[in-house]
């Protein structure tokens, strides 16, 4: 199985689950903040709960600037409904 790490870099979110599994960092779910400009935001609705999972190996150094993230949302990995703690 073959991951692309060029070009990813997660939206911003709160509530998501994250879990540390000896030097790597997965990242699951959580909501983002829907765009004020976006149709589809209103008083009731302003986030949208994400179904992406990524992670960050730790066990190489990286620039903090630019963490080589591995999206595995494109996989059979990806929830099908959005997630949030």
């Known amino acids: 199985m073959t991951f ?3 070009g990813f870099t997660p939206e911003g979110r709160g509530g998501h689950e994250a879990v540390l ?3 790597t960092i997965y990242f699951i779910g959580g909501s983002r ?3 004020n400009a976006s149709p589809f935001k209103s008083s009731i609705r302003s986030y949208n ?3 992406e999972i990524f992670y960050l190996d730790l066990a190489s ?3 903090t600037t630019s ?3 591995v999206d595995l949302s494109g996989t059979s990995a ?3 409904y959005g997630n949030e703690k």
């Open 21 to 23: 599994l000896k030097n």
């Open 61 to 63: 150094p990286f620039s």
């Open 49 to 51: 709960l994400s179904n």
């Open 78 to 80: 990806r929830l099908q």
């Open 4 to 6: 692309k790490t060029n």
């Open 33 to 35: 903040a829907i765009p």
């Open 67 to 69: 963490p080589p993230y």
